[in-house]
């Protein structure tokens, strides 16, 4: 018997400086090169870049790199914008030209298509990206935390908890910014102390901003460590007053040692209980703890994408997997025979039928329940699914839904995904099941990082079906 071939080593060792080229980026945005066939992560490279860089952390396949100088820039290098980018957490792409971002997001689609899905001859349009990339995020979290010098607010510095002081974020929009530095403002002269999360013990955790953007509604929520704390009326009293236009000013109640930001109750000290804002011509209400996308701008691109994919003429009946508070659903039932929208969180679905109400639209149905259990029972009264359509999180579709969908047959599906490792798990199995997945459209959703949202159009092969 052979001997085992002896165990190689790195070829690199920690705190060595190299030079080295780089061809791709990682999910996280860290550059990715090889040397002398060795992996090695690098934050703050691009690829086509390189550089010098000092060896960090060596593990049996691949290692990581910290920058000390590029040697050769990309053509798509550019200077940040933001003051704090090297130390925030928040975003990942900042040096990268606006279309070399939209490049490599579409790369990104394509890889994982072709790695995980083995899909080779699929349409994957350009990505679809904004005309002023800055200022879209409609809500911001951000965190509180004490210094010598008095209260901080900001994101969290890379892989910690430790606060990073900032005045503003350009990729939040402005009037969330005016929102948390007020709060700071006045809680520091009320002398409220910030949230310690080693020794549990302080009041203010979060300051939740969401700001409606089409319609100018305002929502503020307060993240505390208990419900009473010293100078609270005087607190609501005076950010009510100082703060513009406010509509709802919600206290959320989190006393547990966790990183969750939101608690499990939530009370409305000043005005209405939710927000309204608009996606086309269709009004949502939004409360504290809705989902609701976060570029309301690239939010309406999107859906009117599945949309067209959908191609509805008013005779279908659509069924919606992941519906949420009714956002697609809605969006769909305007063209629609009928949308069946399921999901199993109940103040969600709770929220679908409010929506539904508030417009006016009762061609919905809206039930709570896993959809691979609640889809068969559809089915069996006699329900029958023209178009399905699914918006799942970060970890895809339930394996049983696949199924589901996969014995269903409808003749389109539209895959709306967050993901593109795990959307490309899941049309290999759609594919496997019968479907054909004809083609597919990134859109950028959140400029200056890494993640891109994906909208695919599915059909039958089915005979009698294509």
């Not at 690829?47 to 691949?62: D, G, L, Q, S």
């Not at 979290?141 to 002081?165: M, N, S």
């Not at 799942?392 to 409808?410: A, M």
């Not at 496997?432 to 891109?452: A, L, N, R, S, Y």
């Amino acid at each position: 018997m052979a001997k085992k071939k002896a165990k190689e080593k790195a070829p690199v060792k920690v705190n060595q400086i190299i030079e080295m080229e780089f061809t791709d980026l990682s999910h996280n945005g860290e550059g990715i090169g090889k040397y002398e066939g060795y992996t090695l992560f690098v934050s703050g490279v691009l690829p086509r870049e390189r550089a010098k860089v000092k060896v960090t952390k060596v593990n049996k396949n691949y290692g990581f790199g910290r920058l000390i100088e590029i040697l050769r820039k990309s053509p798509d290098r550019i200077e940040p914008r933001c003051s704090i980018y090297k130390q925030c957490g928040g975003c990942q792409l900042q040096h990268l030209s606006y279309q070399g971002q939209l490049e490599q997001k579409r790369k990104i689609v394509k890889d994982n298509l072709e790695r995980i899905g083995k899909l080779t001859n699929v349409i994957i349009h350009p990505t679809l990206g904004m005309k002023n990339p800055w200022r879209y995020r409609n809500k911001s979290q951000v965190p509180f935390a004490e210094r010598e010098r008095g209260l901080i607010a900001g994101f969290y510095a890379k892989g910690t908890h430790d606060v990073i002081d900032m005045k503003e974020c350009i990729i939040q929009q402005e009037k969330s910014d005016v929102m948390v530095q007020t709060v700071r403002r006045i809680a520091s002269e009320l002398g409220i102390p910030a949230y310690n999360e080693i020794e549990h013990r302080g009041i203010l955790r979060h300051v939740v901003s969401r700001v409606a953007v089409n319609t100018g509604e305002l929502m503020l929520i307060l993240v505390t460590n208990g419900k009473d704390f010293l100078n609270k009326d005087k607190l609501v009293e005076r950010i009510v007053k100082e703060i513009p236009n406010l509509t709802s000013l919600v206290q959320n109640i989190n006393e547990e040692r966790t990183n969750v930001i939101l608690g499990f109750k939530s009370i409305t000290l000043w005005g209405r209980d939710v927000i309204y804002d608009t996606i086309g011509n269709v009004k949502f209400a939004i409360s504290p703890r809705s989902f609701y996308q976060v570029n309301p701008e690239q939010t309406k691109v999107l859906y009117e994408k599945a949309l067209e994919y959908a191609e509805l003429t008013g005779n279908e009946n659509v069924i919606d997997a992941y519906c949420g508070i009714g956002t697609i659903s809605l969006f769909l039932a305007q063209k629609a025979k009928h949308v069946y929208g399921v999901e199993i969180v109940p103040e969600a679905i709770k929220d679908a039928w409010n929506n539904a109400r508030i417009n006016g639209i009762k061609n919905v149905t809206f039930e709570v329940g896993a959809a691979e259990k609640v889809i068969p029972e559809w089915v069996e009264q006699g329900i029958k699914a023209d178009v399905v359509v699914v918006d799942p999180p970060r970890k895809g579709c339930d394996e049983e839904l696949l199924q589901t969908i996969i014995k269903l047959r409808p003749k389109r599906m539209i895959y709306v995904s967050c993901n593109p490792s795990t959307l490309a798990r899941d049309l290999r199995v759609l594919e496997d099941g019968g479907f054909k997945t004809v083609e597919v459209q990134p859109v950028d959703m959140f400029p200056q990082t890494m993640h891109v949202e994906t909208v695919c159009l599915l059909t039958s092969k089915i005979k009698g079906f294509e």
